[in-house]
């Protein structure tokens, strides 16, 4: 890949030289480390549209504000069944996932 103008790297370009190829180990680490970190993101986004605390969150769907916390900090290792739960119960949504 080229450099543009300034010689600022593309961002892509920065991804592989940091983190390798799409598919070796060390990039599929860092993407699944990346969509973890959205999620949290997500989460966080939806509970302060709705007004709600750590706390209030937590209460509605019936687990910790710990647990609220983690999940908005490092969703690793979060399972598929309390995230539905969270958004079903806490939010009022519904969970849709799509694979690319």
Do not use: W
Not at 6 to 13: A, E, G, I, S, V
Not at 59 to 83: F, H, P, Q, V, W
């Amino acid at each position: 890949m080229k450099k543009t103008k300034d010689n600022l790297k593309p961002f892509r370009q920065h991804l592989v030289e940091q983190y390798g190829e799409l598919g070796s180990d060390s990039r599929n680490q860092y993407e699944a480390g990346f969509e973890a970190f959205k999620l949290g993101a997500i989460l966080l986004d939806l509970r302060h549209e709705a007004g709600l605390t750590q706390e209030q969150l937590a209460s509605k769907c019936g687990t910790s504000k710990s647990y609220i916390s983690r999940i908005e900090n490092d969703a690793s290792d979060i399972r598929l069944s309390t995230i539905i739960r969270i958004i079903r119960q806490g939010f009022g949504k519904q969970l849709r996932l799509t694979v690319n």
